[in-house]
């Protein structure tokens, strides 16, 4: 009903150009009304229909959000992608299909799904809608009023005849008949101008309060949360595995089919894994990639996070997400970080050895590694044993350890910082009230904004203009659009990463990345 309302308001304006047209006094009026009403029905097929569709389409969206809640509630995301004509309207649902495509592929690469708002937005929208050349159309409309006038103004005056009285009373009428034509031009201009500009500023309007609407409703009630993805991920990441176990000879170890064929659940997979895990430390399986991270304004890399991997000799490249948790379940996760500290620090030592100019390696620090070890002496042994300069080693910090660990987090920060390593806090959610509610706060040289947890503009602005007035040094992780980028940039973050700066690359990729720098 409310399409058809709104195309009846449009009509109305087309019926007054129409009748402004008819009622006009000659040829000369009446061919300005005729031009302007095509510019009336011009702007309604670029500007008015579309935007009147797509508030349509936006409603109808909103409709199978609530369909998908009902018939999905554990995650109506699953629901969702399997709607066609999710929109019921073409170019909202061409977008959508490119927006399901382009989730895939973060899928695929165990990124966390984006806002819809990325790529359905009121800027695409506008442009979409013609909006720049539309808005033009209530200023073309006076002008074409404000020609007429001054062409009739031109033809009466010009027809007056001063020569005689006989000839000057004859020629009044003519006179009287041009400024007829320049008024009524001018006033049909200003009434349609009036008209058109406030038809199409109300059904603008209504348009983007559906858009505002719609996206809210997708962001709340269909976009999983992160905790809900990363599950997702691990869950599709163990059924591979399980899938590769399942034909692996059982005289090997390996199989996890049970005499009958048939599988066990997630913990056959772990009793199966974690001799292999142990095997592979061994072996030297695990190794670690390189995310590098970014100056936001040049492009520079200015340091990189080492993020561990698994290349099993018979499963090939097994994700952190299937292992980690089983590491952190047995106990053994402090012992495969110490494992990856080692190896970062060598890497570093071979760069160092071959004269060159290293950026800086940030490793993880867990919560678990925060209570099973004392992470300065580790550490401080590790550069002692390859000879390196704290400065090419970062530490990151995981939240949670401040949060559920302050004291002993806090001591071990601060014993670090003395012997002139960097050290971030990590996976910060942007709440700082909590990190500086105790006695005594994180004194960190950085904190890492995670972008997974802070998905509105608003409240990026706010945690950046927050940690300048506590000046703290924020970066950010998880950047995935140019969006993104810009924002943080605009707020005056300056370092960050994520996969649209640079995906974690293997060691060889990232040392042809670098412009190295001879010491």
């Known amino acids: 009903m409310k399409k058809w309302i709104s195309y009846g308001a449009f009509l109305i304006v087309v019926g007054a150009a129409v009748a402004l047209t008819v009622l006009a006094p000659d040829i000369l ?27 349509a389409g ?9 369909t998908a809640q009902k018939t999905q509630t554990s995650m109506p995301w699953l629901a969702v992608v399997k709607m066609d004509n999710f929109f019921n309207q073409r170019v909202l649902d061409r977008l959508f299909e490119q927006y399901r495509e382009k989730v895939e592929e973060e899928r695929k690469n165990n990124m966390i799904i984006e806002g819809i708002d990325e790529m359905i937005n009121e800027e695409e929208i506008s442009v979409r809608c013609w909006q720049g050349v539309v808005l033009q159309i209530p200023g073309t409309l006076t002008g074409l009023g404000l020609l007429g006038t001054f062409i009739g103004l031109i033809t009466g005056i010009s027809s007056v005849q001063i020569s005689s009285v006989d000839a000057t009373l004859a020629s009044i009428q003519t006179l009287f008949d041009g400024i ?20 199409y500023k109300f059904l603008w309007n209504i348009m983007l309060r559906d858009l505002g609407m719609f996206t809210a409703s997708f962001q709340r009630n269909i976009i999983p949360s992160v905790e809900e993805q990363e599950r997702y991920s691990q869950k599709k990441d163990m059924e591979k595995i399980q899938d590769k176990l399942k034909h692996l000879p059982r005289n090997e170890g390996y199989s996890l089919a049970n005499s009958n064929g048939a599988m066990f659940s997630n913990a056959g997979s772990e009793s199966v894994l974690m001799p292999q895990i142990m095997t592979g430390l061994k072996n030297g399986e695990f190794t670690f990639y390189l995310q590098p991270r970014f100056d936001l304004n040049t492009q520079r890399i200015t340091g990189a996070e080492a993020l561990v991997r698994w290349n099993h000799a018979k499963l090939g490249l097994i994700a952190p997400s299937v292992f980690i948790p089983i590491l952190e379940k ?5 012992k495969l970080d110490q494992y990856i500290w080692d190896k970062v620090c060598a890497k570093i030592r071979e760069w160092v050895d071959a004269g060159l100019h290293p950026v800086p390696i940030a490793v993880n620090i867990s919560k678990t590694d925060v209570l099973a070890l004392d992470i300065s002496e580790v550490f401080t042994d590790m550069i002692q044993k390859y000879r390196l300069p704290p ?10 350890a401040y949060l559920e660990s302050r004291n002993v987090a806090l001591q071990f920060e601060k014993t670090l910082q003395q012997r002139g390593f960097r050290v971030v806090v ?19 040289d950085a904190y890492k904004l995670d972008l997974r947890f802070c998905h509105e503009d608003a409240n990026i602005t706010a945690i950046a203009e927050q940690a300048r007035n506590m000046q703290v040094d924020l970066m950010a992780e998880g950047i995935e659009s140019m969006k993104q980028m810009s924002l ?7 370092e960050g990463q994520g996969f649209y700066l ?5 060691v060889e990729e990232f040392e042809k990345m670098m412009n190295w720098r001879e010491e």
């Not at 031009?35 to 229909?49: D, E, H, P, W, Y």
């Not at 943080?488 to 300056?494: A, C, D, I, M, Q």
């Open 29 to 55: 009026s009446r061919i300005f009304g005729g031009v302007m009403t095509g510019i009336v029905v011009v702007g309604g097929f670029l500007g008015v229909f579309p935007v009147i569709n797509y508030s």
């Open 58 to 66: 936006f409603n109808h969206a909103a409709r199978n959000i609530l």
């Open 180 to 199: 007829r034509v320049a008024f009524y031009t001018s006033i049909s201009g200003v009434i349609l101008s009036v008209l058109f500009n406030i038809v």
């Open 330 to 334: 047995n106990g053994y996760i402090a």
């Open 391 to 400: 400065k090419y080693v970062e530490f990151d910090i995981a939240q949670n």
């Open 426 to 444: 990590d996976g910060f959610r942007g709440a700082f009230f909590e990190l500086y509610s105790g006695e005594e706060a994180p004194c960190a």
């Open 488 to 494: 943080l940039r605009k707020n005056g973050v300056t």
């Open 502 to 506: 640079s995906k974690p690359v293997p």
